[in-house]
């Protein structure tokens, strides 16, 4: 059965509730978990990287800020529960790659993640959870 699994997450209520999925299941069959949030760079949100400049380290400290409230939850909530937990953050242009890359790196043979549930072209477009089921070698559990 499955041994270490990659729970990556954005933050949101329903990444929150996939989180508390895959650390019950983690409990359940005596797995480890690694919390994975994907942060994207400043400059490739912005159309000219020297405007970005005077922003970046404002940038930087909301990151982190946020990176670590998410983490920390998710840590709290795996020892709560006994389970075994690491927390990664990866910053990374496309955050499917991230946790793709990530999953197979750190020899997770699970990745449990949330999906939005997206429709039409927004669901085509924005749908890290569809890029990462059609990347991954590893298993992944789509919580809904």
Do not use: F, W
Not at 33 to 47: F, H, N
Not at 83 to 90: G, M, Q, R, T
Request: hydrophobic share 45%; proline share 3%; charged share 20%.
């Amino acid at each position: 059965m499955y041994k270490h699994i990659l729970l990556p997450t954005d933050g949101s209520e329903l990444s929150k509730a996939a989180m508390r999925h895959g650390i019950a299941l983690a409990k359940a069959i005596g797995a480890r978990v690694s919390a994975l949030v994907v942060s994207t760079p400043l400059t490739s949100l912005v159309v000219d990287p020297t405007a970005a400049s005077a922003a970046l380290e404002q940038y930087k400290v909301l990151v982190a800020t946020q990176t670590a409230k998410y983490l920390d939850s998710i840590r709290n909530e795996a020892a709560e529960a006994g389970v075994a937990c690491s927390a990664l953050c990866v910053e990374h242009d496309k955050p499917y790659e991230a946790i793709v890359d990530t999953a197979k790196n750190n020899g997770c043979d699970l990745v449990v993640m949330a999906s939005h549930g997206l429709r039409g072209v927004s669901a085509i477009l924005g749908s890290e959870t569809l890029k990462v089921l059609t990347h991954s070698a590893v298993p992944i559990l789509v919580y809904r």
